[in-house]
């Protein structure tokens, strides 16, 4: 799967093992030696009018920062990984903390680095520990460039202890069906209705090819839940959710109803994504809704406390009239 125009660059990053496969399997594109992936002199000079053109540009180097964040929801510990950014463009992206920094995929290649950590933090866990993964970009997509997932779980399963975790919003899951990993891997595909896929989530799988992926991951045995996530107050809302809701009854599998658990994240959103999609997708949603949204931090908003409750009164009473009895984890 290769969509992207031009590399950049570390140069250090061609002295592991990754770097040179990269180099090899991407050597038809022009590759640009930079000083630091966290700052291209050429990216912070365009526009937001660029954002779009910008995702086609891959950006391959070394991570630098391992710090270990606690979290206290699907998993314990939030984990700096394999990689950062995406090249999908979904409009409310909360990794879009700077267009120019944070919106292309940045792909790290001391895997060996970070899997070492890993394992090693595991092992000295007194009790097992669950580690989030894919908390800075979509493990899944990565894949498809570096085969990192194939190459990790099994060696995490032979030597670490506990568990690891990741979200997606793509289909591309066939490589992991047969990996030896013991149900210590917990996959959790992102749902949405599929108007807000298509007009929102822009280069993303569709609801079906998502449905379909984690009905795979459930019967190859992995632990699996679903977020819905983020929901989007849009015109519709309640009608779209309902309908999302429906299917999911329709097309899961009985195996993964009768196991999953589900997360629910409400969309927050800021100025600097009003500045880029206004100007690099005019013709898209206006997510901004001031009579809806206040504000949450600096340059931050999100939905108020009434449309907030009122929301998930509205699915809390959905989910349980559609799908039972299924566990809720959170509601954020």
């Known amino acids: ?90 409009l409310y992206c909360y990794l879009v903390c700077n267009f120019n920094k944070c919106s292309y995929l940045r792909l790290f290649v001391n895997r060996e680095q970070m899997l070492e950590r890993l394992i090693r933090v595991s092992q000295k866990s007194e009790k097992p520990k669950t580690f989030e993964i894919g908390s800075n970009s979509d493990l899944i997509l990565e894949n498809t460039i570096t085969g990192n997932l194939e190459w990790m779980i099994p060696q995490f399963v032979e030597k670490g202890r506990g568990m690891v975790t990741f979200p997606s919003k793509f289909h591309m899951v066939e490589p992991l069906l047969d990996l030896p990993h013991q149900g210590r891997v917990i996959f959790r595909m992102s749902v949405n209705p599929q108007s807000i896929i298509s007009r929102i989530e822009l280069g993303t799988s569709s609801l079906e090819e998502r449905i379909e992926a984690v009905n795979k991951m459930c019967g190859a045995g992995y632990p699996c839940g679903l977020l819905i996530a983020p929901v989007i107050l849009t015109e519709g809302w309640r009608q779209a959710y309902t309908e999302l809701l429906l299917t999911l009854r329709e097309k899961l599998s009985l195996e993964m109803k009768r196991q999953m658990f589900l997360e629910i994240i409400f969309m927050t959103y800021s100025y600097v994504h009003r500045a880029i999609n206004e100007e690099a997708f005019p013709a898209a949603p206006r997510l901004y809704d001031e009579q809806m949204m206040t504000g949450r931090g600096r340059g931050k908003y999100c939905y108020n406390q009434e449309s907030r409750s009122g929301a998930e009164a509205y699915l809390r009473g959905e989910i349980r009239r559609i799908l039972g009895e299924v566990k809720i984890l959170y509601v954020v």
């Open 1 to 90: 799967m290769n969509q992207f125009k031009r590399v950049f660059y570390e140069p250090e990053a061609l002295n592991y093992e990754l770097g040179k496969k990269l180099k090899q399997q991407l050597r038809e594109l022009a590759w640009t030696p930079i000083e630091s992936h966290n700052r291209i002199p050429e990216m912070l000079e365009k526009s937001n009018a660029e954002f779009g053109r910008m995702k086609q540009y891959l950006i391959i180097g070394t991570r630098k920062t391992h710090k270990y964040v606690e979290n206290h929801k699907v998993s314990d510990y939030l984990v700096p990984y394999t990689s950062s950014g995406c090249s999908a463009m979904c």
